[in-house]
């Protein structure tokens, strides 16, 4: 199973870009996901998940309100809206699948992507 995640880029202060996540050999059905993502000389932190089919959706307060994850089951795609972006949300950001349905807190994600570079300019 191999997750990409796409998307990502240089953009403003106060701009948007969507990140996209698709898997090969595998599938994200009746699994959730979620974006996690690490910053220069930081550890990798928790962004959002979303559950299977996709009634339930998990967010970092730091993000809570400005992005919105996705997903279309019918494409097998995830995908993380990143609206009024600030340069803290600079870093590499990973797709991942969790072994289960649900999102809580517990969740554990063995399969990643490689992560999609997104840099933020003040």
């Known amino acids: 199973v191999q997750l990409q995640a796409s998307g990502g880029g240089l953009v403003q202060a106060g701009g948007s870009l969507r990140l996209s996540c698709t898997v090969s050999?595998?599938?994200?059905?009746?699994?959730?996901v979620a974006w996690f993502r690490q910053a220069p000389g930081k550890e990798r932190e928790f962004a959002a998940a979303?559950?299977?089919?996709?009634?339930?959706?998990k967010y970092a307060d730091s993000v809570k309100g400005r992005f919105t994850i996705s997903r279309d089951n019918a494409e097998n795609t995830v995908s993380l809206q990143m609206n009024s972006l600030k340069p803290d949300d600079t870093g590499l950001y990973y797709c991942?699948?969790?072994?289960?349905?649900?999102?809580?807190?517990?969740?554990?994600?063995?399969?990643w992507g490689q992560g999609t570079l997104v840099t933020v300019s003040s």
């Open positions: 991942a699948r969790a072994r289960g349905a649900g999102v809580w807190v517990g969740a554990v994600y063995d399969k």
């Open positions: 979303i559950s299977w089919p996709g009634g339930v959706t």
């Open positions: 050999g595998g599938t994200f059905r009746t699994y959730a």
